[in-house]
């Protein structure tokens, strides 16, 4: 299992999120987006609708009645019930979850301690390799 750390320096986990499901999508994966806050899953929804005046990103909200279409779903727990491969971590909080082949977990200065112990406990872990991202600029750039 790979997990992203990506530290939100300059946007919101809403605009990097946008990015992360653009890019999952593009390789055929499906995305289930995890935040226990139920105000920031509703500022997630709303990014993917506007994420590109051209286009959306569909998706859905988990225990909507349609979960296992949706390529994208949003949910206050880590059930891949769309079928995700991929899980995003958007409120800073790790959460075990199983089946999952790409974890990322995006977290801000509020929860960078969270984070530190997450990375210190997941490096002592067998067949886990752990990336490290921060916004740097108008990108993201690998620290190593």
Known sequence: MRVDFYQLARDPAET?????AERSLAIGERLLIVSADKAQ?????????????ESFLAHGD????????QPILIAAV???????????LADGQWREG???ARIFL??????????????RELGTRAGVERRFWVQQG?????RS
């Not at 990097?16 to 992360?20: S, T």
């Not at 899953?41 to 005046?53: G, Q």
């Not at 988990?62 to 279409?69: E, I, K, T, V, Y």
């Open 16 to 20: 990097a999120l946008c990015a992360i």
């Open 41 to 53: 899953r509703a500022r997630i929804s709303k990014a993917l609708w506007a994420h590109r005046p």
């Open 62 to 69: 988990a225990g909507s009645g349609d979960d296992a279409r």
């Open 78 to 88: 880590p059930e891949a019930t769309n079928g995700a491969r991929f899980l995003a």
């Open 98 to 100: 199983a089946g999952f």
């Open 106 to 119: 995006l977290f801000d200065d509020a929860s960078i301690a969270a984070a530190r112990r997450s990375w």
């Open 138 to 142: 108008r990108g993201w750039r690998e």
